[in-house]
C-alpha cells in the first residue's frame, strides 16, 4: 500500500535544492529520477572532456547555454544552444566543451550507474 | 541492414528548426523523439489551461521560464523556473499557466498519442 502511495506520487524537485556533485574539476552534475526515466543538468567549463563510453540509456542532451562538441559512432556534431540531440542505447560517445556549456539530460531508463556511483569514467 | 544503421544513429535538433504546432491559442508544442524517451517544448500564455489527463507515459516537466500551476491527484503544485516535477505515470493531472511559460517535458515512453495526433485534450 505504501509502494504504490509513493510511485502515485509528484516529486517537485528545485535545481537549487539539489547538491551540484563535483565529478571532477570541469564537470558538475544534478539529477532527478523517476522510474522510467531521468533529468540530468550538467555544467561543463569549457575544454571539460566526456571520455567515450557507452550505456544502455538513450540519452536526449538539450544545450541550455554553451556548446558541446559530440563525436558518436565517430561522427563530430556541435550542439549550440537551443539544440538537441539524441544518442541512441549503446552508442559509444564522446563530447567536448567548446564553451562554459549548461546541458540538460534526458534518460530513459534512469542511469543506474549514476544512482549507484558506479560512473567511474567520469570520475 | 537500414534499419539497424538508422537506429543507431544520433538524431541532431534545432527548436528553431521545428514548426511549432498551435494546439490552442494559448499553447503550442513542439517535440523530439527518439525510441525510449521524447523531449518536449511547451509554450504557454498566462492562462492557458491544461485540462486533466493521464497517461502511461512518465513525465517530467521542467520549467525554464514562467511558472504552472499543476493539480496532481488532487493535490495543487506551484512549479516555477528552475524546477521540476515528475508525474508518475498513470496520474491524473492538470495545469494553468500563472505566467507566460516555457516548460520542457521529457516522457518516458515517447507520446505515442502526440506522434499519432489522437491528443484531443489539447486541441
New interface residues.
Given amino acids: 500500500m505504501s509502494e504504490q502511495l509513493a510511485?502515485?506520487?509528484?516529486?517537485?524537485?528545485?535545481?537549487?535544492d539539489i547538491m551540484p556533485e563535483p565529478m571532477n574539476p570541469l564537470l558538475s552534475r544534478q539529477f532527478?529520477?523517476?522510474?522510467?526515466?531521468?533529468?540530468a543538468r550538467i555544467l561543463l567549463k569549457k575544454g571539460c572532456i566526456v571520455p567515450e563510453h557507452s550505456h544502455p540509456?538513450?540519452q536526449?542532451a538539450?544545450i541550455?547555454s554553451g556548446a558541446l562538441e559530440?563525436e558518436?559512432?565517430g561522427?563530430k556534431?556541435v550542439?549550440a544552444a537551443?539544440?538537441?540531440?539524441?544518442?541512441?542505447?549503446d552508442?559509444p560517445?564522446s563530447a567536448v566543451a567548446l564553451e562554459d556549456t549548461e546541458d540538460?539530460d534526458?534518460?530513459?531508463?534512469p542511469r543506474q550507474d549514476w544512482i549507484d556511483g558506479t560512473d567511474s569514467y567520469l570520475r
Avoid: Q, Y
Wanted: glycine residues 10%; aromatic residues 10%; hydrophobic residues 50%.
Fill in positions: 510511485t502515485s506520487k509528484a516529486g517537485h524537485h528545485r535545481w537549487s532527478v529520477s523517476g522510474e522510467k526515466g531521468m533529468a540509456n538513450e536526449i538539450m541550455l559530440f558518436i559512432a561522427e556534431i550542439v537551443g539544440e538537441l540531440i539524441v544518442i541512441p542505447a552508442v560517445h540538460i534526458f534518460f530513459a531508463p
